[in-house]
């Protein structure tokens, strides 16, 4: 079975800029997450969508954004970048809930200049 | 409010001697309890969680953890590392239908 995949894999931006992450989930699981990753704050929890609905919801900023399409792949965007959302963007899938266990993808690196 | 605390940022450890992580939550309902890894080109990988049932947690790669609902620990141990565990490790909490909360990671370093 293939695994999660993102894209792009690495992004360079400047501020002000909006930008778009897909996330491609393993086949047959409904559930996908996203995670930022940065060295200050760690690994904190975007968002969940599950069968085209977020279902939870980290404490972003309204720029951070994301949907769920019918065939379970994910976008999430960013939109009025800042210096501060560079970080490597994680997204994870499982079958059903994040309780599962969520396989992650290799993650894309936004930088913001 | 919800949390997860991870004391040691670095350890080192020779290859060979015992390893233990340390976490300490902070959770209102019954939590999930997670531990993963984070290798360099490997990605973030589950090594084990716990929910209910025994209190010792057997995972992938020779690790175990412990909860301790009375301390609210859930600390991870392996008996004999390897130099393959170079890596970060960070433990998480949840609850069914809820967010993940994750701690700021604990990276393990391995001496020869």
């Known amino acids: 079975k293939a695994g999660v995949t993102q894209t792009p894999r690495y992004l360079i931006k400047t501020r002000g800029q909006q930008v778009t992450l897909s996330c491609s989930p393993i086949?047959?699981?409904?559930?996908v997450s996203w995670y930022q990753q940065t060295p200050g704050q760690g690994l904190q929890f975007l968002f969940e969508y599950f069968s085209e609905t977020q279902r939870n919801k980290g404490n972003f900023p309204g720029r951070f954004s994301g949907r769920q399409f019918s065939n379970s792949r994910s976008e999430m965007n960013v939109s009025t970048l800042e210096l501060g959302d560079s970080a490597l963007y994680l997204c994870?899938?499982?079958?059903?809930?994040?309780?599962?266990?969520?396989?992650f993808g290799p993650g894309t690196r936004l930088t913001v200049l | 409010a919800q949390s997860v605390t991870q004391p040691d940022i670095h350890i080192t450890v020779s290859e060979g001697a015992s390893l233990e992580l340390r976490c300490n939550y902070s959770?209102?309902?019954?939590?999930?309890l997670f531990w993963y890894v984070q290798s360099p080109g490997q990605g973030l990988q589950l090594l084990l969680k716990?929910?209910?049932?025994?209190?010792l947690v057997q995972g992938i790669k020779g690790f175990e953890a412990e909860f301790k609902r009375s301390q609210s620990s859930f600390n991870l141990r392996k008996p004999s590392v390897h130099w393959s565990d170079a890596a970060e490790y960070f433990c998480a909490v949840s609850a069914r239908d809820d967010k993940i909360i994750f701690g700021k990671g604990t990276r393990l370093h391995i001496l020869p």
């Open positions: 959770y209102g309902a019954t939590p999930y």
């Open positions: 716990y929910f209910s049932g025994d209190t």
């Open positions: 994870a899938s499982s079958p059903d809930r994040v309780t599962d266990t969520q396989y």
């Open positions: 086949s047959g699981h409904r559930s």
